[in-house]
């Protein structure tokens, strides 16, 4: 593992925190795994250098150092979604599949999950089909069914 902040030139590994932060970093980044592995915001957490992903992670036989993490990436988005559709199964069920992934996707990147528990990540899914989610047909209705499923939700944690 490079750290591309090292100033002589020599390679150390990363402290385990700055690689897990690093590793979130890469797999939530909305643009996706490379733009995430950049991340020209937190030049403190950078460890690869432009184009360089695996001076960090490794190609296996079979898969770029790329592909093996979108791995995680793609699990991580859809594990977070799958979240959501347990907290709004009508919801889901009115926008269809595709426009209900499309929609957690956008919410996702607008509300980040920032709490250990994964039963608040949709306390601001009601607001946003309503005011942000503008390829929602019969927005209001449906912003209507998500505060009433949300409070079912509520209840039942």
């Known amino acids: ?15 385990l925190e700055r690689l897990q932060r690093w590793m979130f970093d890469v797999i939530s980044h909305p643009e996706g795994v490379v733009v995430g592995a950049q991340a020209a915001d937190a030049p403190e957490r950078c460890l690869t250098r432009p184009g360089q992903l695996e001076d960090v992670v490794k190609r296996s036989k079979a898969l770029t150092a790329e592909e093996r993490v979108t791995i995680y990436a793609n699990m991580y988005i859809w594990r977070l979604v799958d979240v959501l559709l347990e907290d709004f199964p009508l919801v889901q069920y009115l926008l269809g599949e595709d426009l209900f992934y499309d929609t957690c ?26 005011q942000e989610a ?17 409070a079912v939700s509520t209840v039942f944690d």
């Open 134 to 150: 503008r390829d929602i047909p019969h927005r209001e209705f449906v912003h209507e069914l998500a505060v009433l499923e949300d």
């Open 1 to 15: 593992m490079a750290d591309c902040n090292a100033s002589s030139g020599e390679t150390r590994a990363p402290e």
């Open 105 to 130: 996707v956008a919410y996702l990147t607008a509300h980040p999950s920032t709490h250990y528990s994964l039963s608040h990540l949709g306390n601001h899914f009601s607001e946003f089909l309503l």
